[in-house]
């Protein structure tokens, strides 16, 4: 996320656990995003400081999910680590930017909406921009995320697969 982006604030109304889930919400986001002081590697300790040590990430849409095996099975902390670790040294960028938070208090969830514009390494490589939507759900504070789940748009993901491919677009 870029430092000049906006992120959409708490209501001024809110309360302290509002604001609390909506905090976490960033940290979360903020976790997977490109660090710009190291761009190739992951803060490991941010991914870990915002998830339970249970933390479960599943996908949907469930039409697509199961069109798609990589997507079927849910993911741990260790294995989101194990696959941002990978993921990362392969992208020249990947840019995200919150559009909207939606906090619902009393069942401690959120919503995150956003974009991100990724890019393969290589020489000519396109953007490619896909909308990401997460759910999520929270512990009893508001601290950290326990479970989540993540939604994408499967033609600019799949879109973007080709391009890590030699030769791909």
């Not at 915002?50 to 039409?63: I, N, S």
């Not at 009893?140 to 799949?158: L, M, P, R, W, Y």
Request: net charge negative; with cysteine; charged share 30%.
């Amino acid at each position: 996320m870029s430092e000049a982006a906006t992120v959409p604030p708490p209501p001024s109304s809110a309360s302290d656990l509002y604001k609390a889930i909506h905090a976490t919400c960033i940290k979360f986001f903020k976790s997977v995003s490109r660090n710009p002081a190291n761009p190739k590697s992951i803060d490991i300790e941010a991914v870990k400081a915002v998830r339970t040590d249970d933390f479960v990430q599943t996908f949907g849409h469930r039409f697509m999910v199961s069109y798609h095996p990589e997507y079927q099975s849910p993911v741990t902390l260790d294995s989101l680590i194990t696959q941002l670790g990978a993921v990362s040294p392969l992208l020249r960028l990947w840019d995200m930017e919150i559009e909207d938070i939606i906090v619902d208090e009393r069942s401690r969830r959120a919503v995150i909406r956003s974009t991100v514009e990724l890019q393969a390494e290589g020489e000519d490589k396109p953007v490619i921009k896909n909308d990401m939507v997460w759910i999520l759900d929270l512990t009893d504070d508001g601290e950290k995320v326990k479970k989540a789940i993540e939604f994408e748009d499967s033609v600019a993901s799949d879109a973007f697969k080709k391009t890590m491919l030699p030769g791909g677009m």
